[in-house]
């Protein structure tokens, strides 16, 4: 693969990107004066930037690179995490935006935990709703600092002078890069590059799905080279190549979960006005069904190259795309997609170290009762110190992107989803019912992740551990049934709300 620093349209196109990005990182620091600033971006933000906001917090890295990498190695089971786009957007704002931007109006919230205090009222459950937090943020930052090192290892030609280092490299490149713009700019940098590159995005995955289809011969064309293939048998079965479970897994934690996704669900306490939230459903579901089809079209494409023998098989499936958008696109549209999916990285990323640097400066020492009084320049030093973590951990995994992204996404479902779709919506849940969740999700989930993953563990029954579907979608429904259970054990003694607090969550 030609690195792109050697192809004129695409090195243009990723320059003016990283420069757009650091031009506004440099505004935004402008903009940037106080934690509510760095933190939800002053509240004063319209319908359109929130949309693109929550759009690009969601996909990036994940769809872009991670879901093409991901239906190449298992067939057509990955479009089993796509497929509930089609109501998780409506499902997010119907059941969340208006009880929790309406709280943000009687209550200081500029954080989920805050969210989770001023409904429970309970320390345990902030406390752990913020380790929670703090985990699933880590693992998602390790997928996008993946990805971005990926994309800046194809752009500069790392490879080709250190070796087998050149991943880190890269990640170092673009780490450096993240930390100025992050630093500076806090959210309002985050969602003001989220409302241009959004916007290129929606155009490039257009293009390009075009083009799979032109390369492709079309959806027969793609089809029928795949069946062809002796070696693709599996990539139309029904569940593509995993088992029944682990494709009703994705299903399960990619449509539920959504409900417990703090990157996504903290863009609706920066919106200047509630009623901006009537039309969000249809501006942010139409969105993440347009980018989608790059996940499709790519997805779709690329296996049907190889089966043809026009590609060779890819030895890294995360490298889909840019092999696709490399050999098979012109130079001036592949050079645009990259740098949207370069700057929409880095804007997704922003905003994770955004919510992992408030629970570290606001929530947790808040819980803790030692408040952190200079909390911007706490949240600029607590940004760094999350990025370095982040991207060892992306380093350590040793996976690919879209499977390190389905971690951390299924992290933060399974310890938050129920208790804030549920919760939130229903006063009789307690706060000892949503400590219960939050802490049975989460342990259950990480302990799925990592005992197969733990070197000591014997064979058979590290086989046992991951057999379960996904472990996120097991730590999920455990979680729901905590709730569940503690809430109905203790029905009566549920405690009674502030007025204010409970209109909200009766509405």
């Known amino acids: 693969m030609v690195p792109i620093v050697e192809q004129p349209w695409l090195t243009v196109a990723s320059a003016l990107s990283l420069v757009a990005v650091l031009a506004i990182g440099l505004w935004s620091g402008g903009r940037t004066r106080t934690a509510k600033d760095f933190f939800v971006a002053g509240r004063s933000v319209g319908l359109w930037v929130i949309a693109m906001a929550t759009m690009t917090a969601a996909f990036s890295g994940f ?4 879901g093409p990498g991901l239906t190449y190695r298992i067939g057509v089971a990955s479009l089993f995490i ?4 089609g109501f998780t957007s409506g499902l997010l704002c119907w059941v969340l935006a208006k009880r929790l931007r309406l709280l943000a109006e009687v209550e200081e919230v500029f954080t989920i935990p805050d969210a989770l205090h001023s409904r429970f009222k309970s320390q345990l459950t902030t406390a752990l709703g913020s380790v929670a937090i ?12 993946l990805a971005l090192g990926i994309l800046i290892e194809a752009i ?4 080709h002078f250190f070796g087998e280092q050149s991943l880190l490299v890269a990640m170092s490149v673009g780490l450096g890069t993240l930390l100025f713009y992050s630093v500076i700019g806090g959210m309002v940098a985050g969602v003001y590059t989220d409302l241009v590159q959004g916007a290129v995005m929606l155009v490039g995955s257009l293009l390009v799905f075009g083009q799979t289809l032109n390369v492709g011969g079309g959806i027969r064309g793609m089809t029928g080279s795949i069946l062809a293939s002796d070696g693709m048998a599996s990539f139309f079965a029904p569940f593509g190549r995993v088992s029944f479970s682990v494709a009703l897994g994705f299903f399960f934690v990619f449509g539920v979960g959504v409900l417990g996704q703090p990157q996504m669900i903290h863009k609706f306490l920066m919106l200047k006005r509630v009623e901006q939230l009537r039309w969000l459903p249809l501006v942010l579901g139409g969105s993440q069904v347009i980018c989608l089809l790059i996940w499709v079209g790519i997805g779709l494409a690329v296996p049907a190259l190889v089966a043809e023998g026009r590609l060779a098989p890819l030895d890294n499936p995360d490298g889909a795309t840019l092999q696709f958008l490399l050999e098979f696109v012109p130079d001036a549209l592949a050079g645009v997609v990259i740098a949207a999916a370069l700057a929409a990285i880095m804007s997704t990323a922003d905003s994770f170290l955004n919510i992992g640097a408030a629970v570290l400066v606001r929530d947790l020492p808040r819980v803790f009762g030692r408040p952190v009084h200079r909390q911007l320049a706490a949240a600029r030093m607590a940004t760094v110190f999350l990025a370095l973590v982040a991207a060892w951990l992306a380093l350590a995994y040793g996976d690919l992107i879209a499977l390190l992204g389905t971690f951390a996404f299924g992290t933060l479902a399974a310890a938050l989803a129920p208790t804030l779709a549920v919760g939130m919506s229903w006063s009789r849940v307690t706060p000892a019912a949503a400590s219960a969740s939050i802490a049975t999700g989460l342990i259950v989930n990480l302990g799925l992740e990592i005992l197969p993953r733990v070197a000591a563990l014997p ?5 046992v551990v991951s057999g379960f579907a996904i472990p996120s979608a097991v730590a999920l429904a455990a979680s729901f049934a905590a709730l569940s259970l503690v809430t109905w054990l203790g029905r009566d003694r549920a405690e009674e709300l502030p ?6 969550v009766e509405s």
């Open 63 to 66: 769809v872009f690179l991670g």
């Open 82 to 85: 796509v497929v509930p786009v």
């Open 134 to 145: 703090l985990a699933g943020t880590i693992g998602y930052l390790g997928a996008q600092l």
């Open 156 to 159: 500069l030609g790392t490879r």
């Open 459 to 463: 064979e058979a029954m590290a086989r």
């Open 499 to 504: 007025e204010a607090v409970r209109q909200i």
